[in-house]
């Protein structure tokens, strides 16, 4: 079982920049890529960032490029997720997932892939 607490969120302006973390305790935090994905009220989740079990590898959907990056620090079993530029249509509830031991980074941007998720935290970005 991996557990998964997200902290960061909150309300800020066009162009601010946020530092969400993810807190996970459980088993092997190390051996499992990670993700963040993001839902909008009326929209489906969907995929930002994702870091591969050693953090060498990341991937991006093509929205949040160049004003994202995600991190990991193994040796504190958290990611993060750095956002700059914030757009209002970043604003969403932001969630961070982690796949099963052996999970294929293949389908890192795969929402069924990913077997453990967090609550959740609100980012809201005004214009």
């Known amino acids: 079982q991996v557990q998964l607490v997200e902290s960061g969120g909150g309300l800020v302006q066009a162009g601010d920049s946020l530092r969400l973390s993810c807190a996970a305790s459980g088993r092997a935090f190390s051996s499992r890529h990670m993700g963040w994905f993001r839902q909008a009220p009326g929209t489906e989740r969907e995929f930002v960032a994702g870091?591969?079990?050693?953090?060498?590898?990341?991937y991006y959907r093509d929205s949040v490029k160049g004003r994202v990056t995600i991190s990991r620090d193994n040796t504190k079993n958290t990611m993060y997720l750095q956002m700059d530029s914030l757009e209002p249509e970043d604003t969403a509830v932001y969630y961070c997932?982690?796949?099963?031991?052996?999970?294929?980074?293949?389908?890192?941007?795969?929402?069924?892939?990913?077997?453990?998720w967090g609550q959740g935290t609100q980012v809201t970005v005004s214009s």
């Open positions: 870091i591969s079990d050693s953090g060498r590898t990341t």
């Open positions: 997932a982690a796949m099963n031991i052996g999970g294929s980074f293949g389908y890192i941007g795969t929402l069924t892939k990913y077997d453990y």
